[in-house]
């Protein structure tokens, strides 16, 4: 199923993107942070680099659901630094969402 769910995050469709998302972070808070630090942050870490904007904000989307489920020390290691990065991109709308995904995901790192 992971495999797919995975797929699942580049489709064309937004509805299947965000689909994929709930059901990652559902995965993620049901095996646990170190899961989903192993078998799919890799993944979406990936699209941060996507030459589509929609799947960079799929990335974003993905990042801010996960954030929670792996912890302040993963998210401060692993999530900040690619948003950092994203908060430089060429689409404005991207870099929109970066200043939203901030707020959600500073509330994980402050609570260490």
Not at 22 to 27: D, F, G, K, V
Not at 29 to 49: C, R, Y
Not at 86 to 91: A, F, M, P, T
Request: net charge positive; glycine share 4%.
């Amino acid at each position: 199923m992971l495999p797919l769910c995975l797929n699942w995050l580049c489709d064309h469709v937004y509805a299947i993107r965000e689909a994929a998302t709930a059901i990652l972070t559902e995965l993620a808070k049901k095996f646990g942070g170190e899961w989903a630090t192993k078998n799919v942050m890799p993944k979406v870490l990936a699209l941060s680099k996507d030459l589509n904007y929609l799947h960079r904000l799929t990335c974003l989307f993905c990042l801010n659901s996960l954030a929670e489920a792996v912890g302040p020390e993963q998210t401060a290691k692993e999530i900040i630094p690619v948003i950092k990065e994203l908060s430089e991109d060429n689409v404005p709308n991207v870099r929109f969402n970066v200043a939203k995904s901030l707020l959600k995901i500073g509330k994980v790192v402050d609570s260490r």
